[in-house]
């Protein structure tokens, strides 16, 4: 936050800087009519000079509060990546508990940058399987991509939520060796990828559970040629 200070004119300083004013102070010879009108002048631009500085400041203020920091903790993740089908599935299922300082109703969710290329698609959902609104946030320093998800209400503090996040990878299984004999009814895959879930929030408890089929030369074609 950045705060300003200002000085506050007085009353003579004010009439001192118009044009023409200097009579209101320097002439003494002056009406008492005369005078009266210019210190009334000035008593209400140091009125409206104050109502300013106090808005500016009521301003910033609010400005500071809205940018600060929510924390987000992660009671429990449970993430499980399924190599079962034609796309690697990796799922989160997550429970959120605000810890403050204010209510809040976005999570961001991390993807590792470094298989971007293979992403294709993240989608959010509630406990129930209600699809919640998510979209790219940026790229960050580290190359990680960053998805915005907006929860299905605002989280008072204290409070928890529980959400499901679901990435959708093609092409993520290397075949090892790269051609696959065609005497040969096996064959051996590669899948690289974090064993914890990539996230700039604090974890309690996590929980991983890895998927792996059972693949003959048919099914592994199938996986391999999407």
Not at 93 to 121: A, I
Request: aromatic content about 10%; glycine content about 4%; proline content about 4%.
């Amino acid at each position: 936050c950045v705060f300003f200070f200002f000085k506050q004119k007085t009353a003579y300083e004010i009439l001192s800087g118009l044009v023409g004013s200097e009579m209101c102070i320097r002439d003494r010879v002056s009406t008492q009519s005369t005078w009266d009108f210019c210190a009334k002048q000035g008593l209400e631009m140091e009125g409206n000079f104050k109502l300013v500085t106090l808005f500016l400041i009521l301003a910033i203020t609010l400005s500071c509060l809205a940018t600060q920091e929510t924390n987000i903790n992660i009671n429990n993740l449970k993430r499980e990546i399924y190599l079962k089908g034609k796309y690697v599935r990796i799922t989160h299922e997550l429970t959120l508990q605000n810890t403050g300082p204010r209510r809040t109703k976005q999570y961001l969710h991390m993807v590792n940058g470094n298989y971007s290329k293979n992403l294709f698609e993240v989608l959010a959902f509630t406990k129930g399987y209600l699809e919640l609104p998510i979209s790219f946030e940026k790229k960050d320093e580290t190359g990680s991509l960053v998805y915005k998800v907006d929860l299905p209400y605002s989280i008072e503090v204290g409070s928890k939520v529980e959400i499901h996040i679901l990435e959708l990878y093609k092409n993520r299984l290397l075949p090892k060796p790269e051609k696959l004999p065609l005497s040969s009814d096996e064959q051996m895959v590669e899948f690289i990828d974090n064993l914890y879930a990539l996230t700039a929030y604090p974890i309690t408890a996590q929980e991983v559970i890895v998927a792996v089929p059972n693949i003959n030369k048919l099914e592994y074609l199938s996986l391999i040629h999407i």
